[in-house]
């Protein structure tokens, strides 16, 4: 099963004095969770997708990421959810992110 799964990078961790909470990614090799190789985005793919500008993209996630960042720095405790992508929550500057796991219900 694929599941999409947003790693933030070390330099946004740094920019905003966050740091993965420790044992997350020990709990997502218990709960099976496998990451694939990191995909970087591909702009020009999206932005040809939506029939926008590349720049248009790639500035709309980046400001779309700014504020997550600020979001996150806002209090001790504070969640973003961002529907099918997963929920982040912070806990005194220490993420902890939860990919949101859909599945086809069984026939059972």
Same mark, same amino acid.
């Given at each position: 099963?694929?599941?999409?799964? !947003?790693?933030? @990078?070390?330099?946004? /961790?740094? *920019? ?5 909470? =420790?044992?997350?990614?020990?709990? #997502? ?27 248009? !993209?790639?500035? @709309?996630?980046?400001? /779309?990421? *700014? ?5 996150? =720095?806002?209090?001790?405790?504070? #969640? ?29």
């Amino acid at each position: 099963m694929k599941v999409v799964y !947003i790693k933030l @990078s070390d330099g946004f /961790l740094a *920019q905003n004095n966050l740091q993965y909470k =420790q044992g997350q990614f020990e709990l #997502e090799a218990q709960q099976g969770i496998i990451m694939g190789p990191t995909v970087k985005p591909n702009f020009a793919a999206m932005a040809k997708a939506v029939s926008k500008e590349k720049d248009v !993209i790639q500035n @709309s996630l980046n400001n /779309l990421f *700014q504020l997550i960042g600020d979001l996150l =720095q806002e209090g001790p405790n504070v #969640e973003v959810d961002l529907q099918d992508f997963g929920k982040f929550s912070s806990i005194n500057r220490q993420i902890i992110y939860a990919p949101l796991n859909k599945q086809k219900p069984s026939a059972f």
